[in-house]
């Protein structure tokens, strides 16, 4: 277990929806990344947050966005989604200058 | 031609082999290399995590950096049924931390 936390671990939806999902870091993880994982591209990276500031920005549609709260927690909002957004969403936290942490992701299906 | 590329496999080898999986890239700029595994279902799991070029010894798990090549392996000794999943190499630069570009990802079976 990585201490990581992602909930749900699955979402159905339709097309033109909005979504939220939900990440803990580990316990002292200033940082939070968001990642992609989709057969054809592979692991994308999103979004990093440090202490509630946005710090990287990857290949993040405009119709995503995130934010990191006092918590550490953060969320990944997904809007407008096409049948193209499907795909496994990870979240991963780390402490300063070490490797990443992977939670188990959630599923998104658009239908 | 894309940063990183790794052979997708699948690999299917019998309990008790050596495995050598590799990746190789084309930014020169790349310092940081790692594997994952990810198995079934689950997040990627850190492996192994080594700077510049050389090599790093955990366990049955040996990661090599060639810088000069752009090519990185991972071996894996004696292998066991449980070392089945897909590995996943994953490199950056020096800058952001979370900026890692991944390979695609070998799938390995193991076979008792």
């Known amino acids: 277990d990585s201490g990581v936390t992602q909930t749900p671990k699955h979402l159905i939806t339709a097309t033109g929806q909005r979504v939220t999902l939900r990440c803990s870091p580990r316990?002292?993880?200033?940082?939070v990344y968001w990642y992609q994982q989709s057969l054809d591209q592979g692991l994308q990276f999103l979004i990093q947050?440090?202490?509630?500031?946005?710090?990287a920005k990857g290949n993040i549609l405009e119709r995503f966005s995130a934010q990191q709260f006092p918590d550490l927690h953060s969320e990944l909002n997904l809007s407008s989604l096409e049948l193209g957004d499907s795909a496994l969403y990870f979240c991963?936290?780390?402490?300063?200058?070490?490797?990443?942490?992977f939670g188990n992701g959630t599923r998104l299906t658009v239908t | 031609q894309k940063e990183v590329e790794q052979d997708p496999g699948p690999l299917s080898v019998p309990e008790g082999a050596i495995v050598s999986l590799n990746c190789t890239y084309s930014?020169?700029?790349?310092?940081?290399f790692m594997w994952y595994r990810q198995y079934s279902r689950k997040g990627p799991e850190l492996l192994m995590y080594t700077y510049s070029s050389g090599n790093k010894e955990d366990g049955r798990f040996t990661a090599q950096v060639d810088k000069s090549s752009k090519y990185i392996s991972l071996f894996i000794r004696d292998s066991q049924p449980s070392d089945s999943a897909t590995y996943l190499c994953a490199m950056r630069n020096g800058g952001s931390q979370g900026n890692l570009i991944f390979g695609k990802g070998t799938k390995l079976s193991v076979k008792p």
């Open positions: 930014n020169s700029a790349f310092q940081y």
């Open positions: 991963a936290s780390s402490p300063s200058n070490s490797p990443l942490h």
């Open positions: 947050y440090y202490n509630g500031e946005e710090r």
């Open positions: 316990s002292g993880d200033l940082s």
